[in-house]
């Protein structure tokens, strides 16, 4: 689904098995994409855990029309491990983080249309107990498919 929203348009986003895996059971995965920075693409390495001990992980959330039933939506929450997915699912519910994305797209795009596609890339890091909250998640970049 993620490949027929984005019909080969930027940062063409995709989610890969890592390097070195085996593509059966439960393989870890990669996202990557081609930002106006450069290249981006999470590390692999189940752990994630950063040089503070902190656990962190990235997510992708890409809201569109269905690309077949254009009446319709489809909006993909995503990351490379739980972690991830968890800050992806938080950025699309949570008012603080939904705010977040706003001030990011700067007036490009109005959240509320059901016409335009748009992607936002947030990093997820977790409290001391290993949970995540809206407070952990921040929105690294987002955009619309033009």
């Not at 009446?71 to 008012?95: D, E, F, N, W, Y």
Request: proline share 6%.
């Amino acid at each position: 689904m993620l490949h027929d929203v984005q019909q080969g348009r930027p940062p063409k986003w995709q989610f890969a098995a890592c390097p070195g895996e085996e593509v059966k059971g439960d393989y870890e995965v990669q996202l990557s994409g081609e930002l106006s920075s450069g290249r981006f693409a999470t590390p692999c390495g189940r752990a994630q855990q950063e040089d503070g001990g902190e656990h962190s992980d990235y997510g992708l959330v890409v809201r569109s029309p269905h690309p077949r039933y254009p009446q319709r939506m489809v909006c993909i929450l995503a990351g490379p491990h739980s972690l991830g997915t968890g800050a992806a699912c938080l950025a699309a519910t949570k008012s603080q983080v939904i705010r977040q994305t706003s001030e990011r797209l700067g007036g490009v795009c109005d959240l509320a249309t059901r016409h335009q596609a748009l992607w936002i890339l947030v990093k997820g890091t977790a409290a001391d107990d290993r949970h995540i909250d809206p407070a952990g998640v921040e929105v690294l970049d987002a955009g619309v498919y033009c």
